[in-house]
């Protein structure tokens, strides 16, 4: 499928994905932004913008400041030539996912390890009906 989304977006979900997953696989790239395409249009986000659903469910980007890789990648200014390159790498997953030449995964959510020991610790996330 291809998304058409303009460049300005693809960067937005490009950043949120970097904010989201920096130092993890090619899989967690490829599971957080499925899942950010996957939202768009669907469901609770059916009329919302690309801004507005990585606003109500991305932690990199509805709080920036505790997150300075979306930041970075928004602002172009890394910490280092090894972060901005990451990015990069992202950017190109999702621009490859917006033109339609890799198919996004059929995720809706994705949490890492730590986030999920987190929300189990708080119960604030009933993970009986999640599936892998």
Do not use: C
């Amino acid at each position: 499928m291809n998304y058409g989304l303009p460049d300005d977006q693809v960067k937005m979900i490009a950043a949120t994905t970097y904010g989201v997953n920096r130092g993890q696989g090619d899989n967690a790239i490829t599971q957080t932004a499925s899942s950010i395409f996957n939202r768009l249009g669907q469901h609770e986000w059916k009329n919302m913008s690309v801004p507005e659903v990585l606003q109500n469910g991305y932690a990199a980007v509805n709080n920036p400041g505790k997150n300075d890789g979306f930041s970075e990648a928004m602002s172009g200014k890394f910490a280092d030539k090894d972060s901005e390159n990451e990015f990069k790498k992202i950017y190109a997953r999702v621009a490859s996912i917006n033109r339609g030449a890799v198919e996004p995964t059929n995720a809706q959510f994705y949490f890492n390890q730590k986030e999920i020991g987190n929300l189990i610790r708080s119960k604030k996330f009933d993970f009986s009906k999640v599936e892998e």
